[in-house]
Each structure stands twice: as structure tokens, then as C-alpha cells.
Nanobody, 126 residues
Framework: QVQLVESGGGLVQAGGSLRLSCAASGRTFSSYFMGWFRQAPGKEREFVAVIIRSGGWTYYADSVKGRFTISRDLGKNTVYLHMGSLKPEDTAVYYC???????????????????WGQGTQVTVSS
């Protein structure tokens, strides 16, 4: 069992930046791929970014590539999402998720993640 707790959300103006954190506890943090997803009102949950167990490889949705950076600190059992050049369309609840599977073909599928945090709201004003 893995428990995930997100923090760092808030209200920011367009063009600004935020850093989200996801603290993990429970089973070995390094055993899991860690991902970030987001869900805007009335929309499905969508993939944002993922980082592999060692942190040596990352993958991003096209909509955030070049603006967002995912990283992890194995010593602190924490994964981060640094978000820059924020746009109003980035407004959503952001969720941290963990998965044991290394199947890269399914990295963007929420159903393939085993554990989820409660989410943190990010609001970008224009």
C-alpha cells in the first residue's frame, strides 16, 4: 500500500509558476513509476507527466512539454511537478499517482495507476 499526499497548489497569474509536491509513504517509493494527472471541471482526467523509478527518464503530454518538469527525490520519497509559463487552460485539480507496471505503452492511462493522492487545485487567472 502507498499513500500519496499532494501539496503546493494555489492561484497564480498566467505566465507564472508553481511547484507541486507529492509525498509518498508506505511501500518502497523507488519501486514505482510516478505520474501527474489533472482534471478540469467537466473533463476527463488527463495525463501530464511521468517519471521512472530511478528518475532517469521522463515523459510529458504535448500540452505541457517545455513548460513543466517532473522530478523525484528518492531520499525524501517525494515527486515534484514544476510548472512554468502557466496558462488559464492549465487550471485543474492535479493528482499524483503511482504504478508498479513498467509497461511504457500505458503510461498515459489513469486506469493503469495503482495509487492516487487526493488532488490539489491549481487555478491560473488570465
Amino acid at each position: 500500500q502507498v499513500q500519496l499526499v499532494e501539496s503546493g497548489g494555489g492561484l497564480v497569474q498566467a505566465g507564472g509558476s508553481l511547484r507541486l509536491s507529492c509525498a509518498a509513504s508506505g511501500r518502497t517509493f523507488s519501486s514505482y513509476f510516478m505520474g501527474w494527472f489533472r482534471q478540469a471541471p467537466g473533463k476527463e482526467r488527463e495525463f501530464v507527466a511521468v517519471i521512472i523509478r530511478s528518475g532517469g527518464w521522463t515523459y510529458y503530454a504535448d500540452s505541457v512539454k517545455g513548460r513543466f518538469t517532473i522530478s523525484r527525490d528518492l531520499g525524501k520519497n517525494t515527486v515534484y511537478l514544476h510548472m512554468g509559463s502557466l496558462k488559464p487552460e492549465d487550471t485543474a485539480v492535479y493528482y499524483c499517482a503511482a504504478r508498479a507496471s513498467a509497461n511504457v505503452a500505458t503510461l498515459g492511462r489513469p486506469s493503469e495507476y495503482d495509487y492516487w493522492g487526493q488532488g490539489t487545485q491549481v487555478t491560473v487567472s488570465s
